[in-house]
Every structure is written in C-alpha cells, then in structure tokens.
C-alpha cells in the first residue's frame, strides 16, 4: 500500500497532463485502485487539487480535480456503467484466452464500445464460446448471418471493456492462464485455428497461425500433455494465394503446428479433443472411440485440467 501523503510533504508537478494516460483507458482494476487512492488521500487531509496532483505523479493518469470531488462525495461512481467480469484464472477464461488468439477480433467503436466478435461455420462452436462468455459474467449476443459471397456463419459478439483490455494487454498474462489451465486454452485455440485430416491408414490435427510465439506456447503445453507435434512455415511472406477467384498474398509469414504420430493423436483426441463435433466425430471414429455410432458427448470423450 503506497504511503499516506500529508501536506508537508512537497511534490514538484507540471502543469503538462497531456501525455498521461485517461482515465476511459484504464481497466476497472486500476480504476478500482486509484479510487481507493483518492479516498484515502482525502481522508488524510489533502485539497482536491494536491489529490490531483498525487494521482498524476503516482499512476501517470490525468484526473480533473471536479473527478476527485466526485467520487469522494459519492456523487459518481466510475463503474457505474461497467459490466465487470471475473477474470481471475479459470478453466472457462482459458478457453476464452484460446479462441482469441485464434478467430476471435477486438475492435473499438467511435463511440468507446469495446467489441470481442467471433464469426464461425459450426453451431457447436459458436454456443462453447457463448456459454464460456457467460461463465464470467459477460453478456454475449449471438445470431446467424446468410452471405451470398461465402458460408453463412453464426456471430457471437460482446461488448465489455474490461474482458476487452485485458486481451489486449500484455500476451505474457494470457499465456500465463493459458498454462494452468492448458487443455481448455488448446481447446478453444484448436477450435478456432485446428483441423483433423483423416485418411484410412493415418491420421494427423494441425493448426495454422502467423504468430509463432503462440504456436510455440501450444507446442509446450502439448508436450505437457505428453503429446508430440512440430511447427513448419507453411507459407512465406509475399506468397500468391487465390481465395474464391481472386489473387492475394501473404502479408506474413504462416506457420503451422501438426501432430501427426498417431499415438499423439490418440491422446490429442482423449485430452484436447474439439467441441466441435465435425471435427471431432472423425478422430473417435478413427480410433473406434464411438459405440455403436452414435457420438458420445464432448464432456465425456475429453477431459478437462483439475
């Protein structure tokens, strides 16, 4: 807890906030601290405009004194319009954390809503992300699009800005979820990014994604798992490709993860698995996990981490 300031110590400020940070950047979390920060100042004796200046030099946030008065009188409450979410780890952030370093986008309207979308092929898919959403407090919508130009997909989308920046902030905090809970993080990757090709005398899953780093981070939660796999570059950058008659190129180099000794599969398949069920239902099928044809549920032929 940082120390109470008094009104003999000195500070020496500048009038120049315009490089600081504002407050509609910060997460709830912060925001949560720098109020209690005020509360406490002014409790100790302090103008509204020496809190000002102590919330600047401390948090590098620019705060007006009529702010400080505010929430010190009760008269405004900064979370007012938040809808807060839970998240502290958990096997359900997890997966959340894996979908968005798949499919999933952020985007930030003109008008500060901050939006988390996912647009898939797969029903099965679509409702795992949404129960997953929902698990932390969020309030996703979801609705079904047609497009002439291409397959008609499910959306999910939420608007919460504090699920929002925590995905946007520093990726090492979302691997650091993602390493506790690795099966639901891999999941929910493999989900989005993932694809099982089967043929009748083998069998592999791969994933493909441009950035390495995450590939690198599912190559050691696998091996974790006791599951092998190898990470190739798959196309270079500046690479032609033709999607639906047209010529594009690679912005980017693309690589790709694959597990492909079948004993890695196997376990893949009992460990990992996917929710989605077209994806899914062709490896219990190879490895003769189904009986009588009929697929067992997702929750029973996966497991999940403890």
């Not at 912005?251 to 196997?266: C, G, K």
């Amino acid at each position: 807890m940082p120390t109470l300031v008094t009104k003999q110590k000195s500070f020496k400020f500048t009038n120049d906030d315009s490089y600081m940070r504002k407050l509609k950047d910060l997460m709830p979390l912060e925001l949560e601290r720098i109020k209690e920060r005020i509360l406490q100042l002014r409790e100790s004796g302090l103008s509204y405009s020496e809190i000002r200046n102590v919330i600047n030099a401390e948090f590098d946030v620019s705060i007006s004194k009529a702010t400080a008065l505010r929430w010190c009188k009760g008269t405004h409450d900064p979370f007012n319009k938040t809808k807060r979410v839970n998240l502290s780890p958990s096997p359900e952030l997890a997966y959340i954390i894996g979908v968005y370093l798949g499919d999933a986008s952020l985007s930030q309207t003109a008008r500060y809503q901050y939006r988390i979308r996912l647009k898939v092929v797969d029903r099965d898919f679509a409702e795992s992300f949404e129960n997953a959403l929902k698990s932390i407090g969020a309030n996703p919508r979801t609705g079904f699009e047609h497009n002439s130009g291409r397959t008609d997909r499910w959306w999910i989308e939420v608007t919460n800005k504090e699920l929002f920046m925590f995905l946007k902030g520093p990726k090492e905090r979302l691997f650091e979820i993602a390493r506790v809970y690795p099966r639901e993080f891999l999941r929910g990757f493999f989900d989005s990014e993932g694809s099982a090709i089967v043929y009748p005398n083998r069998v592999r899953v791969e994933a493909s994604n441009y950035d390495l780093e995450v590939l690198e981070l599912c190559k050691e939660l696998l091996e974790r798992l006791g599951i092998h796999s190898k990470i190739y570059k798959t196309k270079r950058k500046g690479q032609t490709v033709v999607i639906r008659g047209k010529e594009y190129q690679y912005n980017s180099d693309l690589f790709t993860l694959r597990i492909y000794r079948q004993d890695s599969v196997y376990r893949y398949t009992v460990e990992v698995g996917f929710t989605i069920q077209r994806k899914q239902t062709p490896l219990l099928q190879y490895f003769k996990l189904l009986k009588h044809d009929n697929t067992k549920s997702f929750e029973n032929t996966t497991k999940s981490t403890p």
